[in-house]
């Protein structure tokens, strides 16, 4: 049986460890190399293809025109159209007597198949001697070219029959041209190629290599920040540099890096207020279910003040919890939504909050009422805002739930004619757990505008005050007409 202390360590995934040869770069610079050497060994083949192809040519145009002028001398070695003197025996010896061949040729005539004579030249290599090769020769009915090896290398022949009238005997003329020396300076020349084409390898293997690391750069950076990022410390970007694959990559991947560290900032900060802010209520309800007393008068009020507490926990649990998913990036839900309707639901809903003199402010605009948003988080700040309002106006007090359609954004509002705001607690009441001073009361945990504040931001627009002490308070929510939703976070539109 095997034990936990045998098994194999398992190996991170991205961890060092990993082969040189397996990296991006050296892959990207092997590829690199395999298509140069295979472009130029298609180059090489093709050059030695159509330089061979065109001595090939080059060599039949030079046996025709032989074989025109052997035609030529038996037509006036016959004397126009009458039979050659002699026979074919005569005629070959005529010819080989009249005939120079070129340096790297010789002229073999047969008769009846076998060899008769051959040109006085001494050449590179007896053909004649060559049984195989005389042999096809022999056998030939027309013109045929043909290629041999001698002992002097390769050969290029052509074998035509020659047939005298009055004469039984068929002879054969064959045309060979050593052709090897040039076949030699073509494989120099292609092998000169070759090591040339090896140093241009070894070259671009250089540069590639430096261009590689170039390339791949920031895909190190990439991986060295993914292996430095934990909780604690999310604070490291990629510099983008390029607009291309690799900087859009390094794009991505620091906005991936912002979302986590928004949401790693919502976790802290939800567990800090979570700490914070339920420490003092659970330490009354353990110290009052401690002192518990017996008396039944003291024990119900003992068991008011825990009930009390608990619902206070339990509501400050709730606007928690709607805080930390106000400021997620997968918080909207957007949809085409009616101004004018969404104004009147908050409207009816604020007016149960309490008793107010509840006033609707909105004129209708058919031409502009229509914008793309959350609903349900739009009314959850609307509701926020009117019961702030509630709280801080007295029994009768007028509050005005009110919107329009602007320029390039749907204004919002809350205006009460509570005590009002001071100049200085202006902006620091939209933070957690803070409260105006006495000009609007002390009621609450300090979570409901800090709550609208997030919503605002979430679909990219903000919320305001205008007031001042003894005149009431406007709460103004400006949002854009469009708010989209994309790749789980959410864009300007």
């Known amino acids: ?11 991170a995934v991205g961890t060092p460890g990993r082969h040189p040869l397996r990296s991006i770069r050296a892959r990207l610079l ?13 180059l090489t083949g093709a050059e030695s293809f159509i330089l061979t192809a065109r001595l090939n040519e080059r060599v039949d145009r030079e046996l025709a025109h032989d074989i025109e002028a052997f035609r030529s ?23 080989l007597k009249s005939y120079l061949p070129e340096h790297g040729q010789t002229l073999i005539t ?6 008769y004579r051959r040109s006085a030249e001494e050449p590179p290599a007896r053909l004649d001697t060559d049984h195989a090769l005389m042999g096809r020769a022999a056998g030939v009915r027309s013109p045929s070219y043909g290629d041999a090896q001698s002992p002097a290398g390769s050969v290029r022949y052509v074998a035509v029959p020659v047939v005298v009238a009055g004469d039984r005997a068929r002879g054969v003329l064959v045309i060979a041209t050593f052709t090897q020396q040039e076949r030699d300076h073509i494989n120099e020349s292609i092998r000169t190629q070759t090591y040339l084409g090896l140093g241009a390898m070894l070259l671009s293997a250089c540069v590639g290599w430096i261009f590689a690391s170039r390339i791949v ?10 292996r430095s990022i934990h909780e604690s410390d999310i604070t490291r970007r990629i510099p983008v540099e390029d607009r291309d694959e690799i900087g859009q ?12 560290d928004d949401a790693f900032s919502t976790k802290r900060q939800f567990m800090n207020d979570v700490g914070h802010e339920l420490r003092t209520p659970i330490t009354i309800v353990l110290s009052q279910l401690e002192a518990l007393p017996d008396d039944p008068a003291d024990r119900a009020q003992t068991v008011a003040v825990i009930t009390d507490e608990l619902h206070r926990m339990h509501r400050m649990a709730e606007e928690l919890l709607m805080l930390a998913k106000a400021r997620r990036p997968d918080a909207l839900r957007p949809e085409d939504l009616s101004l004018s309707e969404l104004i009147e639901e908050v409207y009816v809903k604020a007016a149960a909050l309490a008793e107010r003199r509840w006033l609707l402010d909105f004129v209708e605009d058919p031409h502009r009422d229509t ?3 959350d609903r349900q988080l739009l009314t959850q700040a609307m509701i926020q805002l009117a019961q702030n309002a509630a709280q801080h106006t007295e029994e009768h007090g007028r509050i005005w739930i009110g919107g329009r359609a602007g320029a390039d954004r749907v204004q919002l509002w809350v205006k009460d004619t509570g005590p009002g705001i001071r100049h200085a607690d202006q902006q620091r009441i939209f933070e957690r757990f ?26 990219h627009g903000e919320v305001q005050v205008d007031s001042s002490p003894g005149r009431g308070a406007t709460f103004t929510l400006r949002i854009p007409y469009v708010t989209h939703a994309l790749n789980g976070g959410l864009r300007k539109p």
Not at 110 to 115: F, Q, S
């Open 1 to 11: 049986m095997r034990t936990a202390e045998s098994a194999p360590p398992k190996q």
């Open 30 to 42: 092997g590829r690199m190399l395999v298509l140069v050497g295979l472009t130029l060994a298609s």
């Open 73 to 95: 001398f038996a037509t006036d070695t016959a004397g126009g159209s009458g039979p050659a003197p002699g026979g074919v025996r005569a005629l070959f010896v005529s010819y």
């Open 110 to 115: 047969l008769v009846d198949g076998a060899p």
């Open 217 to 226: 750069a920031p895909l190190r950076v990439l991986r060295d920040t993914a």
């Open 249 to 260: 990559l390094a794009s991505t991947f620091n906005d991936m890096l912002d979302h986590l």
């Open 371 to 373: 914008l793309h948003a």
């Open 434 to 459: 803070t409260r105006a001073e006495e000009s609007r009361g002390r009621t609450g945990a300090g979570l409901g505008l800090a709550i609208v504040k997030a919503i605002a931001e979430a679909h």
